[in-house]
């Protein structure tokens, strides 16, 4: 698969506070990148993507921003709130090889502090 | 809503045995992957299957075997579990039409081998 960095692998932010998890990526041609949240006990689900397309993608409080030249993207959470704390993925899909592999980030503990 | 059931929440076995994890999904995906869950290390995909029969290494297959007989269930084996295996483990589907980066996941067996 891809080799993708995910850091911080740990952050804590005061309630209302912004948080940004970033992931870089070596060499990809992919053109598609998504997120997911694990909350303590639950299944990964994915909370935000991006294309290659556009630099950046916003959906209420969270958001991704895209950078291709630099390769990395990364998430942008405000106004924190404790059900932000989890632990996030980033990921990234093989597009040289096969179509299904998706390799994920290291994950990045959140902690909302009230 | 995509509904992907694994057999067990957590799992005791004892060094040496030959163990089962059962994944169902009730989607009619194409596509079904294991992947390991380590602190530290993200998700690791072990193997996945694209289709009845068929079926490709991921990552990290070593020690482990897959099997897919229909296209609703894909199982994982560890042929003689190892203390090393001892880990959470997530199955996940997804449809031949999805993007790369989407996931549906189980709830995750926690297996102990002792």
């Known amino acids: 698969g891809e080799n993708v960095e995910q850091h911080p692998s740990t952050l804590s932010v005061q309630e209302g506070d912004s948080a940004v998890i970033k992931c870089t990526y070596s060499d990809s041609a992919s053109n598609y990148f998504p997120w997911y949240k694990q909350e303590l006990g639950k299944r990964p689900q994915l909370i935000i993507d991006i294309r290659s397309n556009v630099g950046e993608k916003k959906d209420q409080r969270i958001a991704v921003t895209l950078n291709k030249t630099a390769k990395h993207f990364s998430l942008h959470i405000t106004e924190t709130q404790p059900e932000d704390s989890a632990v996030y993925f980033c990921a990234l899909p093989d597009a040289s090889g096969s179509a299904r592999q998706l390799t994920f980030g290291s994950g990045t503990q959140l902690t909302v502090l009230p | 809503d995509v509904k992907v059931t694994q057999s067990s929440r957590y799992l005791v076995k004892r060094t040496g045995e030959k163990v089962f994890l059962e994944c169902v999904q009730d989607?009619?995906?194409?596509?079904m992957f294991w992947y390991r869950q380590d602190p530290g290390l993200g998700l690791r995909l072990i193997y996945f299957?694209?289709?009845?029969?068929?079926?490709e290494k991921g990552d990290i297959p070593e020690g482990y075997s897959v099997s897919r007989e229909k296209k609703e269930r894909f199982s994982l084996i560890l042929e003689s579990a190892s203390t090393n295996q001892t880990s959470m483990y997530l199955c996940?589907?997804?449809?031949?039409?999805?993007?790369?980066?989407?996931?549906?996941f189980g709830d995750g067996t926690r297996l102990s081998i002792l």
């Open positions: 299957s694209y289709d009845v029969k068929m079926k």
């Open positions: 996940a589907s997804t449809d031949r039409a999805a993007d790369w980066g989407q996931r549906h």
């Open positions: 989607m009619d995906h194409e596509n």
